[in-house]
């Protein structure tokens, strides 16, 4: 099972990216899909999460500027992200918990997407 995440990139203050992660390899199913951002000097956070039955959350700090969603036919996760800030800059990474079987389960990460605010 693999995780490949992209859609990071250099944005002006105010301006817009959406990340996305797929999922490949050979699985039962999906359940917590996950987004994270590490920035420099700093631990690894969580940014937002959404279940199986598509209920999101999200950490204060981007309450009402980004969005996460998923299309469970592609096994992919979207993050929508509005309204950037300089201190959204960071290394995003997705964390999708796999079952490889109806029974077992394992948390998978992908490999990072810079994001980078700044004017």
């Known amino acids: 099972v693999q995780l490949q995440a992209s859609g990071g990139g250099l944005v002006q203050p105010g301006g817009s990216l959406r990340l996305s992660c797929l999922a490949s390899g050979t699985f039962f199913g999906i359940g917590v899909m996950a987004w994270y951002r590490q920035a420099p000097g700093r631990q690894r956070e969580l940014v937002a999460t959404i279940t199986g039955n598509n209920v999101p959350n999200y950490t204060d700090s981007v309450k009402g500027r980004f969005i996460i969603s998923r299309v469970s036919t592609k096994d992919m996760v979207y993050l929508q992200m509005n309204g950037l800030k300089p201190e959204d800059t960071a290394v995003y990474y997705c964390?999708?918990?796999?079952?490889?079987?109806?029974?077992?389960?394992?948390?998978?990460w992908g490999l990072g997407t810079q994001v980078t605010v700044s004017s």
């Open positions: 964390k999708f918990r796999i079952f490889l079987t109806i029974e077992t389960a394992q948390d998978y």
